[in-house]
């Protein structure tokens, strides 16, 4: 029984999904015991480093993502619904990713080094 190209390059695109998930999820999971000790502790600004957080972890796994995403367009079905669903997939995550670096810094991306030159991330721990 042969194995071919598309089939293996399919698995691989479920693995990358499947790895991009476990850093959605460990992460999560991960940013809320975290925070949850912080609490405990009584450390300040908690929510916001939570927010910071949950929000690096989205941008990481959304990355991951879109990777799984190109590998199957490009290799497995390459056509022309599926290269248009993958670019709204790519719309999407730009946007997700822009508002997402907005509440991580306060600032939007192209105007980060003015916050860092200020002084702070808004209240998020780097």
Known sequence: ???????????????????GVAILVGG???????ATVRLLRGAPETYSTLRGSLGRVI???LEVLIIGDIIRTIVVDPTIQSVGVLGLIVLIRIVLSFSLEVEIDGAWPWNGWKTRA?????GVDD
């Open 28 to 34: 999560g999971i991960g940013a809320f015991a975290i």
């Open 59 to 61: 941008l990481l796994g």
């Open 118 to 122: 200020e002084g702070g991330t808004n």
């Open 1 to 19: 029984m042969a194995v071919s190209y598309e089939e293996i390059v399919g698995d691989v695109a479920k693995v990358v999904e499947a790895f």
